[in-house]
């Protein structure tokens, strides 16, 4: 694990790739974000700053030349994932309590939810139309119809999807911390085991 995040860390070009190509992945995104938490510990802040714009300016090349139709959503998540990642990191850095970056972490899940919610204006319109326009997509790739069921369950889902998308983001933001963190301990020989037991 100390092998690979120090040949990762070592280079911007490799961070740079790592951060945009895992984010792409399914169920394992949250490791790119962890390779921004591990570049603010070992570079510094700045320099994971300058990773994460270079990362965002790869992803949005990738994604037009994929042709997805909501560049632009999965684009802020991408900044706001990682952006947030280096103030997480920075805390632990600085502070050296995951307590007090996982008490951050909360607390911009939660007002992240509140000012989303309050810029969208109907939360439950927002999510209906874009769980149908992922399913357009997903139709058009397959060549196939929209089942009817697909549709009432959009209707069920909307409703809760702005709390289900902030959980995930929460998780994600604290898995992408505890990993990051215990790679950058790893290569400054400091024990995130002692660390976590801190952690309440």
Known sequence: VAKFAAWVVARRLRRVSCITLVFLLPLVGFVSAAVVVLATNVKG????????????????????????????????????????????????????SLTLAMQAAVLLSVFGLLVFVGWIGDPVIFWRDLLELFAELSRQAAGTAIDPLSLESFEQLAPIMAGIMASAVLLALVLALFLGTWWGCGLRGSSFAAMFRNLH
């Open 45 to 96: 802040p700045r320099e994971a700053l300058i990773d994460c714009l270079l990362a965002l300016a790869a992803l949005s090349v990738l994604m037009l030349l994929a042709g997805d139709g909501i560049v632009t959503l999965e684009i802020t998540a991408a900044l706001i994932v990682w952006c947030t990642s280096v103030g997480l990191a920075f805390l632990v850095g600085h502070y050296g």
